[in-house]
């Protein structure tokens, strides 16, 4: 078993697109599953990764990125939109739990960004609470707009650099923890049909994003 208490935000990056990329190719080795593991971390939890998805059913964390028991400290919400419960959830995990990296997850058909461009354009909208989740959603919408993009893979790569800017700016303790070098922050883009997840933007790490993403 890897040893993460001492891991890198490059190497918990490599770390976790190593997983993906075996999800990918049909050979997960579905590590820290097994009964040692369960009680190995029931004292306390070790995750090397922060990440912050949207709540599609589709987007199992621990599945799409071959992991176990205590390695991600998952926070999902429709959109992956952000609120005080999802930026206090993420310090958490990056300054109490001290993991190296936060992952910002979004992903192609996503709903949330489906009905926010149908607000946008045509002034569709949505009952209760699902309205907040569209008004949180509509400036990367519109952002994405203004800069002339409408596929839905650049629309929802927006949407996931925008989440990203976001995290760091509403977040003075997340911030800090980037400018010293102990956490990273990076937003991947994941595909549904193939199940690969592409990397759309970087804070705190010198890494090339995917232009295909």
Do not use: W
């Not at 206090?88 to 996503?110: Q, T």
């Not at 909208?125 to 959603?137: H, K, L, M, Q, S």
């Amino acid at each position: 078993m890897t040893d993460t208490s001492t891991l890198t935000p490059r190497e918990a990056l490599e770390m976790l697109l190593a997983g993906n990329q075996r999800f990918v190719s049909g050979t997960p080795q579905h590590p820290n599953q097994d009964a040692a593991r369960r009680s190995d971390i029931a004292p306390a939890q070790n995750p090397f990764a922060v990440l912050f998805g949207c709540s599609d059913s589709r987007l199992a964390a621990e599945i799409i990125f071959d992991q176990g028991l205590g390695d991600l400290f998952v926070v999902r919400t429709a959109g992956h939109v952000t609120g005080p419960e999802v930026l206090g959830s993420i310090e958490y995990g990056a300054s109490v739990l001290n993991c190296p990296l936060v992952v910002v997850l979004g992903h192609d058909s996503c709903g949330a960004v489906a009905a926010t461009r149908a607000a946008v354009e045509d002034g569709v909208t949505a009952p209760g609470y699902v309205r907040d989740v569209i008004e949180r959603v509509t400036p990367s919408v519109l952002a994405a707009r203004s800069a002339g993009l409408t596929r839905d893979s650049d629309v929802i790569a927006e949407h996931t650099r925008h989440t990203v800017d976001l995290l760091l700016d509403r977040s003075r303790v997340l911030a800090d923890q980037v400018k010293a070098g102990r956490t990273a922050v990076v937003g991947l883009s994941y595909r549904l049909d193939d199940g690969s997840a592409h990397l759309v933007t970087t804070r705190g790490l010198e890494v090339a994003a995917d232009s295909a993403s």
